[in-house]
């Protein structure tokens, strides 16, 4: 719900629809951009209802405009996906399904987890994740101050640092070594810091792979 992960699902869907029809061919889109300072100041008054309320008018909006089905673009702000998927009549695509569908395709079972700060503490995710038969791993306490720092402080604004990176492949590592045999990128930001090469094992990110089941979905 930055602007920059924004970008990166809206380049993701175009170059995949070209890719798969050819020629002039180009996804059709409808995004409902909403103001991330406010959702996020929400979130930190825990004012769930007020972002529901909030997510649910876009959702509708998307649904009015012709989409045939929804994507919601951030990790945190499933906390909310029932009130919005139960909004519209419209299906919307759990961002937790899709991540543990890829990892099984890939032959992963048991899975790192790295995210914002509120992603990595409270269970919601994970749990959805484990529901759909992932062991879920998350990084040591120490970390996530780190991690969230370096999402909100400056991947948001396309800060991409070397020294962010190294330090994110560390935690990588240090998952890796406790039994991960993947791991997943749960902040949208992070697949601009981190890339495939970066790693010795499989990693998921959350724009990758939700833009591979939105144009499976929608091509198919």
Not at 151 to 166: A, G
Not at 187 to 193: F, K, R
Request: charged letters at 20%.
């Amino acid at each position: 719900m930055s602007w920059e992960s924004s970008a990166a699902y809206y380049e993701g869907l175009n170059k995949g629809v070209q890719q798969r029809l050819a020629g002039l061919h180009s996804a059709k889109v409808v995004l409902v951009s909403v103001d991330f300072a406010e959702l996020t100041q929400l979130q930190e008054m825990e004012r769930w209802d007020d972002i529901a309320a909030l997510l649910v008018e876009a959702a509708q909006g998307a649904e009015r405009a012709g989409a045939d089905f929804i994507l919601m673009c951030t990790t945190a702000f499933h906390f909310v996906y029932d009130q919005v998927a139960a909004a519209v009549g419209i299906p919307v695509l759990h961002l937790a399904d899709v991540l543990a569908d890829a990892c099984k395709e890939a032959g992963v079972t048991t899975v790192g987890f790295i995210g914002t700060a509120f992603a990595m503490q409270n269970d919601f995710f994970a749990q959805r994740l484990s529901e759909r038969g992932l062991d879920v791993n998350m990084p040591d306490e120490l970390h996530v101050d780190t991690v969230d720092s370096i999402v909100y402080d400056e991947l948001v604004f396309r800060k991409v640092n070397p020294s962010s990176r190294r330090r994110i492949i560390g935690i990588i590592d240090e998952l890796s070594d406790a039994g991960a045999q993947g791991v997943i990128l749960g902040a949208s930001e992070l697949s601009l810091l981190v890339r495939p090469e970066d790693l010795e094992i499989p990693i998921s990110d959350v724009i990758t792979c939700h833009v591979e089941a939105a144009l499976a979905r929608a091509l198919s």
